[in-house]
Structure formats: C-alpha cells, structure tokens
C-alpha cells in the first residue's frame, strides 16, 4: 500500500473551514483514498474517500489532485465536536485478503473557539 | 440499531491469566477484524475474519487466538496474557472483505496487564 505523509497538527477556528492535506506521491491506479478520524479514547470512524473525482457526503469533502499524488479533505463549517486525530489511508480496490487498514500517525485537528 | 459492541470497556488482568475479549456486531457484516492501537505505533491488525468460519492472521497475531462460529460474533483471546499486550483493542466488521469496503468500528476494550 502506497505511504502517506501528513502534518502532525493542525488548529482551526470553530466555524471555520478545516482543510487537511495529505500526500500520496507513489499512490497507484488502483488505489483509493480513505479518511477516517478517531475522537479521544473512541473507535476510529470512516469520513469519506475516492478513486479521482472530488467526493461530497454529510460530513465532508474529498478534494483530489488531477494527478492524485495528494488530497485535502475539508470539513466546511468545523465544531468543537470536531477534535480529533484524521487519519489518510490509501488502499488498492482488489481484494485485499486480509482487508486491513494501515493507519498512520495522522493528523491531530484541535478546533478552538 | 448499536452497530458493533465490545466487552469489558476496560480490563485489569494479571500476567499469566487467560481473558477473553467479546465483540458483536449487529449489521449482518461478513468480514470482522481485530486491531490493537499503542502510543506511536498506531492500530496494528490482529486477526481478521472474511466470514462467518474462517479467520486469518494479521500482522501481530502471536499470543492470540480468535474463533467466528457465527456471523455476528468474533471473540479475540489471549491465552496466557503479558504485559506487552497491554493496550487498546478495537473491533470493527465490514460488509465484505473488499478493500472498499468500509470499516465500522467499536467502542474499544483498554487492557492492562500487570
């Protein structure tokens, strides 16, 4: 699975858009993007992801390069509720015996007053 | 609707002790997955389940042992813990075993091995 690169921290005002940027440089075709994010001593829970098209759901935006070496997600209007440690997983889209996910080290998103 | 529960939330074992961790998922998931997460090192895949009779090793499987006679249960056990399983484990399911599929997961059981 292709490595992801992420800053380590990130602060955002409340009610303010939070954008955060991911790099897959040696990302492959047949990969995907996932986002997952783990609010403190919480299960990690799915946000979005995407093979090359920007992708919209309730909770956020999926923004991917045309070249798809890197991606941003945006969360449009972050709350308190927000604060969590966001985490960028690629994953290819054959079956991947095993199905695991590889979290790295993500970033941890503090949304202030 | 719970989704995927987990049981004890937390644990106080002695080393040596055999403790038996429960997950239940109620989504009708055919694949189920065990995670352990520690400070740095992120979550790291135990064992993983495709269905309902079939498990598989993941990349840090020794010292546990896993058993899927139904579909909505997968409980991970350690047979004689240690202190170095002291951590955080989560259980998630997903529809299938596909790499798009999504992974739901639990609450978490924290452990502590002394």
């Known amino acids: 699975d292709a490595k992801t690169t992420q800053p380590p921290s990130m602060d955002c005002a409340e009610g303010r858009a939070a954008n955060l940027p991911c790099n897959h440089s040696?990302?492959?075709?047949?990969?995907?993007v996932y986002w997952y994010r783990q609010i403190h001593s919480q299960g990690p829970q799915y946000i979005i992801h995407?093979?090359?098209n920007n992708e919209t759901n309730e909770m956020a935006s999926l923004i991917i390069t045309e070249d798809r070496k890197s991606s941003t997600l945006i969360l449009p209007h972050a709350t308190l509720r927000d604060t969590a440690v966001y985490y960028c997983?690629?994953?290819?889209?054959?079956?991947?015996?095993?199905?695991?996910?590889?979290f790295g080290q993500g970033t941890e998103l503090s949304v202030k007053p | 609707i719970a989704g995927i529960t987990q049981a004890p939330t937390s644990q106080i074992l002695a080393a040596g002790r055999r403790m038996t961790l429960r997950c239940t998922q109620d989504?009708?998931?055919?694949?189920m997955y065990w995670y352990r997460q520690d400070l740095g090192l992120g979550l790291r895949l135990i064992h993983y389940?495709?269905?309902?009779?079939?498990?598989g090793k993941g990349e840090v499987p020794d010292g546990y042992s896993v058993s899927r006679a139904n579909t909505d249960d997968f409980p991970l056990t350690l047979a004689s813990a240690v202190p170095s399983q002291t951590s955080v484990y989560f259980c998630?399911?997903?529809?299938?075993?596909?790499?798009?599929?999504?992974?739901?997961f639990g609450p978490g059981t924290r452990l502590t091995v002394l």
């Open positions: 998630a399911s997903s529809e299938g075993d596909r790499s798009t599929d999504t992974q739901y």
């Open positions: 040696t990302i492959s075709g047949n990969e995907y």
């Open positions: 995407g093979l090359k």
């Open positions: 997983i690629v994953r290819p889209w054959f079956y991947n015996q095993g199905g695991k996910l590889i």
């Open positions: 989504m009708r998931h055919n694949a």
């Open positions: 389940s495709n269905t309902a009779g079939t498990t």
